[in-house]
């Protein structure tokens, strides 16, 4: 059932600069304000309205003739993000001074403010980095770490979270394991077991990504951080494959570190990251990059970890506005479609092109947004080209072709997605 409910000032501002007044180059829906609220308002079981996220669609500058496939690696931004950073921008080509440029300060604090209660923490445990690579790189780097001590990472880790470390290791001496999960996991349990037996006394930090960008296997990073808690181990969980793409509430999941990337699947402004500390956790986390801004008092992890020199503020500025358009939805809503999205892809494939075989699990709760599949006889690299040459979709051929659909695709593009691979790929 749909319901129109009342929405606060700031969210009725956001959507009417989801249909009017659009300094956007490209056309905006033409949808009267009211139809926009019907049809973008929250509503339970959005998910399921192909009709909804048609809309959806539409607030994306990517034409007719492409279907983007690829939010584990970059992702387009809606209208009003871009209009934001576009506005921001402009302005600051003419007008650099002190004067214009006081807004940005109070622009971050709100958008930090934003980001906090759309993760369920509080503002204080939040900053802006540049990406993920950035935000994984001050946490790596910023703990006290001695030779006799054990850093525990999951194999399937990007090299921010894994090179880091292995070079950190090399300068000051303390050891890396790393923990392999199975290939076809066939329950949650099957996630955990590795890292519950290779914790020892001498482990400080478990450090994981929480979506793999390479298997898209998902790990149960509550009850994995919850196990690091009982051992009185600190749990750093790469967001990258989840801001954005998961019902993400970082109170419940009780890490000490989560790092993100705006331009994935957070639809947000290019070149913004994000960084979580909890609170009692600031206390073991050294800055190791400091600039204009820092104090030694400074008490929030947005001062104490980003100040990270003269930034582009412009796009900074789109952050905000990229979380009221998650909220406008709704972060459950964008969840179940981009599991139902990934569940109808798996399943279609399964029924037509059953020479396919999956690296990533069928099961939603092994997996996320990620689906890599294997081809029985081509190249990945030679199948992509084809993929996006001769049929417009943008995958990625990372350890066979990996998929990641967002809400800006619908059910229609998945059937193209499907027949383009029942030609190309075998
Ligand atoms: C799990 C994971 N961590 C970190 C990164 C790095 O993200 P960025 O290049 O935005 O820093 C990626 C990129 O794909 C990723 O998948």
């Known amino acids: 059932m ?15 600069k989801l249909g009017v007044g659009s300094l956007a180059a490209w056309s905006l829906p033409s949808l009267a304000f009211e139809t926009q609220l019907q049809t973008i308002a929250p509503y ?19 034409p007719e003739n492409l279907i983007m496939l690829n939010a584990a690696n970059l992702c387009p931004a809606p209208a009003a993000v871009n209009d934001e950073v576009r506005k921001m921008m402009l302005g ?6 002190f004067d214009f440029r006081s807004q940005f300060p109070d622009k971050r604090k709100k958008a930090i403010e934003a980001l906090a209660g759309y993760m369920n923490v509080s503002g204080a445990e ?23 001590d054990e850093i525990l990472l999951w194999d399937q880790n990007h090299p921010s ?3 880091t470390w292995e070079q950190r290791a090399k300068r000051y001496g303390f050891t890396v394991k790393k923990v392999g999960v199975p290939a076809a996991p066939q329950s949650v349990e099957d996630l955990i077991k590795p890292f519950r037996d290779a914790i020892t006394s001498k ?5 994981f990504s929480h979506i793999s960008n390479t298997s898209g296997i998902a790990l149960p990073a509550k009850q994995l951080c919850a196990l690091a808690a009982e051992k009185n181990v600190l749990s750093h969980l790469d967001g990258a494959q989840s801001l954005g793409a998961v019902d993400l509430d970082l109170k419940d999941i009780g890490c000490d570190f989560y790092t993100s990337s705006a331009h994935k699947w957070f639809m947000g402004p290019l070149e ?3 960084l979580y500390v909890k609170k009692e956790s600031m206390a073991n986390l050294w800055p190791n990059i400091i600039s204009a801004g820092w104090k030694e008092s400074s008490q929030t992890v947005d001062e104490k970890y980003c100040m990270l020199g003269q930034r582009n503020e412009a796009t900074m500025a789109g952050m905000l506005e990229t979380v009221q358009f998650h909220q406008t939805i709704g972060k459950k809503n964008v969840a179940d479609r981009v599991s139902q999205l990934n569940s109808y892809l798996k399943e279609q494939i399964k029924s037509k092109i059953p020479q396919i075989t999956f690296v ?31 049929y417009g979709i943008a995958a990625a051929p990372t350890g066979g072709i990996r998929m990641s659909p967002h809400i800006y695709n619908t059910m229609s593009d998945l059937d193209k997605v499907v027949n383009a691979l029942k030609e190309a790929a075998v």
Do not use: C, H, M
Request: hydrophobic fraction near 35%; avoid cysteine.
């Open 272 to 274: 913004n990251g994000v």
């Open 161 to 163: 979270n894994s090179t």
């Open 92 to 97: 600051l080509e003419k007008d650099v001074s």
């Open 126 to 148: 939040i900053g802006i980095t540049r990406n993920t690579s950035e935000s994984n790189n001050i946490v790596v780097n910023g703990l006290d770490l001695k030779p006799e």
């Open 360 to 390: 990533t699990p069928i099961a939603p709760e092994l997996s996320g947004g990620v689906t890599v599949i294997s081809l029985p006889a081509k190249k990945p690299a030679d199948v992509a080209k084809v993929l996006y040459q001769t």
């Open 2 to 16: 749909k319901t129109k409910t009342a929405l606060p000032a700031e969210r009725r501002d956001f959507l009417r």
């Open 44 to 62: 339970p079981g959005a998910a399921a309205d192909e009709k909804y996220w048609q809309q959806i669609k539409k607030q994306f500058a990517v």
């Open 203 to 207: 482990t400080k930090v478990i450090a």
